[in-house]
């Protein structure tokens, strides 16, 4: 496929292009408005769900923002678009518009930094600028954000289970499509320390890992050769790195006897072997006589690298029954335990178990006779009434340098200078709270300028900075809010300023309705 | 993000490249080989599953790989790629190699053609040429058609539960980065009339299809304005194609009403009004509802077109729910089901439920000594053993024109010929059947050659006839097999002469084990 059109501006739902014909006709093309974008819930994985997401593909997004604009092959779609009539369906006043103003130049971006640990209803990008051109970005900011966080955030789940043990991202051959690499560098902010996606990592500056595959050990066999000829010809080229597959034919029997010899050959040559990789089989038990004849070889630090099938629940799981089974096979189960590198694909490249971010991009104000005018929409579910205003965004440390919690301001609002602040749960009217200054160890303000009316105002981190940022506020988290199954649920309020607003806002709309 | 490096022929798995090198350093890697893939399991939703897969992403895959090749930036991440102890992990008579004969112009590619219904084991594409070069293009391959096979599927099973009315693809804003470009080409293989996504719908020759958004009556509403102005300003620009979304204030009190006036408008004007969209909310209640008011107002053939959160169970649920229901409020169940059109977003393009085809790729046989030699993989779970040697796949008919199902010959077989096919069951050794001449009405062979040694011999059709395709297919499946939950079971087979292969292979490794 030629991606030029696909990946280019064109790069929207159609209905952003069309209503921002209906602003142009009415003259409102260039009206300033703000859209906020936040998810609504934490990721739900069915029998675990999670307590906080990892915030990715910010840079992802505004690169791509950077780099398209309407340009004559995208017109040119747009102009030959006929209607049922056989009418064109965009006028060429506003395809002259699109090619001369169709460009993300004159949008300002807030955004929470990536890494940021992040919660529901807060929002983690804003956009502000003209209506018509912020409205053709919406889709394309929700689709990177929506999927880098899902990933990071199931990343991090797994180096949580993982008890800070290596992790490494398999799972391009099963993920989605091109997709992978956004994936892949979602799940090297979320928490993988390696992926074996080698396009991605030298783009990014890592080295990909692998081990070997079945098929190497298979072709061996076809010309007649075994599986410990197969084993010594990647352990010859790969002196000091080679993971030796032990499951092709029989792990306990074949693999891992054929692997002692060849790590028995590295070590006379003067070589530290590093590992072996299950990748069938009960993993655990597995793992656990595996190391017991490593141990009687006196290998006794190589590493035993797991794969199939892995999530944060069946790591778990298999830690659990390696602590609960090991020393019945005279086994040291912590020893074996840090020696465990996991390989996990499918289940974190799709984050299986909620295969999407609900987040979503709102209109929340408007600009217009010198001023912002919040805006709102009422819905059928009122989980879904939105938080209207231009705000900022806080987060609140206790002196034990705990995050406590996130909530919206107005604007205006300076809390930092205020004695007590009101907070109000964004959904539930009866839920209301107050801060006290003494509570209150630090309070941070979370959105920082990206974009400056289309002047890129911000350094994007590389990928380590970014990890640092996680891990700074992972370690910041409380353990509660952390936990895999039914987490703690972390805090998020309105101020009592912000929810007047919304509660007026909310009251005029019904009374429109009720006078019609 | 420079994505050359990314999505070039470096997107593989890095233990392809190392397993390059090993052949290489070995004399093999020239050593033709035959890759065969296929996937063990229909998906499994939870409380539904699959009973065929559609098949998409070939010409996604073949563009791709004729596209790519090592070159000079390819070569240099690799050369620059250290072990641990500093030393090169690629040898340079290696990236020699790789940069003179490092694409994939010696490969000769078999495949089922896209839109065909496919099974489990049986094998979807075939790889054949020197065993280093379809070692590094395996990775793609798994990557491209496991995600379009997937969602394609998904998209047949959501057409077949809108019962055959128009379904739209919305999912973009939440589906995996980039790929919701492939995700929406694997949609409209199996199932969908449209897409939002309006780069890959004018990429393949389609008019991509929308509506507008709640922030469009809500910017109307900050101006002053009101939900009607909206709904006008909509009209009057597309005067044949608005579907106005009632939703945003009150669907029943505000919106359906408001819509009505526009419709009565056009009306006036000569237009024939096309829709409204309903977006939250109790979509079956609710478009009943609405129906009723658009009725009474004497517009019998307005559309309703319903999104939020569906899939094709709870499509399939909405009907029944009309079914059961419409009659007490004095509408019309059948005609109202002839009105809906589904708007289907994040399930279909993340395939919830299943987010993953666990479809592989697997080394069957290698050519040496002038003879193709079957290889085999034994495993701890013995449904992962797979079935060896160059083989043909076929499809028997019965005289009304279903399909009963596939089974897998020897190359040098020949089915047609033969008085009694002996079929055996893939993975049940005790499980047998005998197929008289008499009981096949047609037998089809399935794989196609689409590129010879490096030759693309294959004209791609075009997504339209692709989908006729696709419907023929399905239209040869027995309703049971189409079944939306507990599915009957297509049967697939090999025959006895492929499965002694495979059951001599497997003994002749046991016997290894045994001996060591």
New interface residues.
């Given amino acids: 496929?030629?991606?030029k059109?696909?990946?280019?501006i064109?790069?929207?739902?159609?209905?952003?292009?069309?209503?921002a014909?209906?602003?142009f006709?009415?003259g409102?093309h260039k009206?300033p408005?703000r859209?906020e974008y936040f998810f609504r819930h934490y990721p739900d994985y069915g029998a675990h769900k999670a307590g906080y997401c990892v915030n990715a593909g910010l840079?992802?997004f505004i690169?791509w923002m950077m780099s398209v604009r309407f340009d004559d092959e995208s017109i040119n779609?747009l102009r030959q678009?006929t209607?049922?009539?056989g009418r064109p369906?965009f006028q060429e006043a506003f395809l002259e518009w699109l090619k001369n103003e169709g460009n993300f130049n004159s949008l300002s971006i807030y955004a929470i930094p990536e890494g940021r640990v992040i919660h529901p209803n807060v929002p983690i990008v804003v956009i502000e600028g003209p209506?018509a051109l912020a409205?053709i970005l919406?889709?394309s900011l929700?689709?990177?954000l929506?999927?880098?966080i899902l990933i990071a955030t199931k990343a991090a789940r797994v180096k949580e289970s993982a008890l800070g043990r290596p992790v490494f991202e398999?799972g391009?051959?099963?993920?989605?499509?091109?997709?992978?690499?956004?994936?892949a560098r979602a799940t090297l902010i979320g928490g993988a320390d390696f992926t074996?996606?080698?396009?991605?990592?030298?783009?990014l500056g890592y080295?990909?890992?692998?081990?070997?595959?079945?098929?190497?050990?298979?072709?061996f066999?076809?010309?007649g050769k075994?599986e410990i000829d197969a084993f010594r010809?990647?352990a010859?080229?790969?002196?000091?790195?080679s993971v030796l597959l032990v499951?092709?034919?029989?792990?306990l029997?074949?693999g891992v006897?054929n692997a002692i010899k060849i790590f028995t050959e590295l070590r006379d040559k003067g070589y530290k072997p590093l590992g072996i990789r299950l990748d069938?089989?009960?993993l655990a038990y597995?793992a656990i006589q595996s190391v017991k004849m490593l141990d009687n070889a006196g290998f006794n630090d190589v590493n035993i690298v797991l794969s199939n099938q892995l999530d944060e629940i069946i790591i778990w799981q298999i830690i659990t029954q390696i602590r609960s089974e090991a020393a019945r096979y005279g086994v040291n189960a912590e020893n074996l335990i840090n020696r465990l590198i996991y390989g996990v694909g499918?289940?974190l490249i799709?984050?299986?178990g909620h295969?999407?971010?609900?987040?979503v991009c709102?209109?929340v104000?408007?600009f217009?006779n010198s001023e912002w005018?919040?805006?709102?929409?009422?819905?059928?579910?009122t989980g879904?009434t939105l938080n209207p205003a231009r705000k900022k965004i806080w987060r609140v440390y206790e002196d034990n340098g705990k995050a406590v919690g996130d909530f919206l301001s107005l604007d205006t609002e300076k809390p930092y200078d205020m004695d007590e602040i009101i907070l109000r749960h964004p959904m539930d009217n009866t839920k209301k709270r107050i801060l006290k200054k003494s509570d209150i160890f630090k309070i941070e303000e979370l959105l920082t300028v990206i974009m400056d009316k289309g002047q890129l105002v911000y350094k994007f981190p590389s990928i380590e900075e970014i990890r640092k940022t996680k891990e700074i506020d992972m370690a910041n988290l409380h353990s509660g809010v952390k936990r895999i199954i039914f987490p703690h649920e972390y805090h998020v309020s309105l101020t009592d300023a912000l929810w007047k607003i919304k509660e007026n806002l909310i009251t005029k709309?019904k009374d429109?309705?009720g006078r019609?």
Avoid: W
């Fill in positions: 496929m030629n991606n059109i696909s990946e280019g064109l790069f929207t739902d159609f209905y952003q292009i069309t209503m014909q209906v602003y006709k009415e409102m009206m408005s859209f840079e992802t690169k779609c678009h209607d049922l009539s369906v209506i409205q919406e889709t929700l689709n990177h929506n999927y880098q398999f391009m051959r099963r993920g989605p499509g091109m997709a992978v690499n956004a994936g074996s996606n080698a396009g991605i990592s030298y783009q080295k990909p890992k692998g081990t070997h595959a079945h098929s190497m050990v298979q072709a066999l076809a010309l075994s010809a990647c010859e080229l790969y002196q000091d790195s499951d092709t034919i029989d792990t029997r074949s006897p069938s089989g009960d597995l499918t289940s799709t984050s299986k295969e999407a971010l609900d987040g709102k209109l104000a408007v217009k005018k919040s805006t709102m929409k009422l819905a059928e579910n879904k709309i429109e309705i019609q």
